[in-house]
């Protein structure tokens, strides 16, 4: 099993800068992707950013230039990196994992294997 854990949610004004963190424990070399999602209240849990074996990344149209997903393998870490943040992304942030078994990578939440429990980030205009 894995488990993931988020870190580094908050509040920020509009303009500022949030890195949120998820650390991967257990299986993790049986990992294949990771990404972040987002859920909004009232809305459906969206993509935010993946990253493909290990350097090849991918982003939602809304957040492209804004936000950047990178992962440390020694530390079996993900981070998202937000600057330049909207009260639009004010969300609860989730990491997301597939299994080895599955190729590729993929915008969709259904075909992710594992799940943190979300952190909440807060932006005000």
């Known amino acids: 099993q894995v488990q993931l854990v988020e870190s580094g949610g908050g509040a920020v004004e509009a303009g500022g800068s949030l890195r949120v963190s998820c650390a991967a424990s257990?299986?993790?070399?049986?990992?294949?992707?990771m990404g972040w999602f987002r859920q909004a209240p009232g809305k459906e849990r969206e993509f935010v950013a993946a990253?493909?074996?290990?350097?090849?990344?991918y982003y939602a149209d809304s957040v492209k230039g804004r936000f950047t997903i990178s992962r440390d393998s020694a530390k079996n870490t993900v981070y998202l990196q937000m600057n330049s943040l909207k009260p639009e992304d004010t969300a609860v942030y989730y990491c997301?994992?597939?299994?080895?078994?599955?190729?590729?990578?993929?915008?969709?939440?259904?075909?992710?294997?594992?799940w943190g429990q979300g952190t909440q980030v807060t932006v005000s205009s």
């Open positions: 997301a994992a597939r299994a080895s078994w599955r190729t590729g990578w993929t915008r969709t939440p259904g075909e992710y294997d594992y």
């Open positions: 257990g299986r993790t070399f049986s990992l294949n992707s």
């Open positions: 990253i493909y074996g290990g350097s090849s990344t």
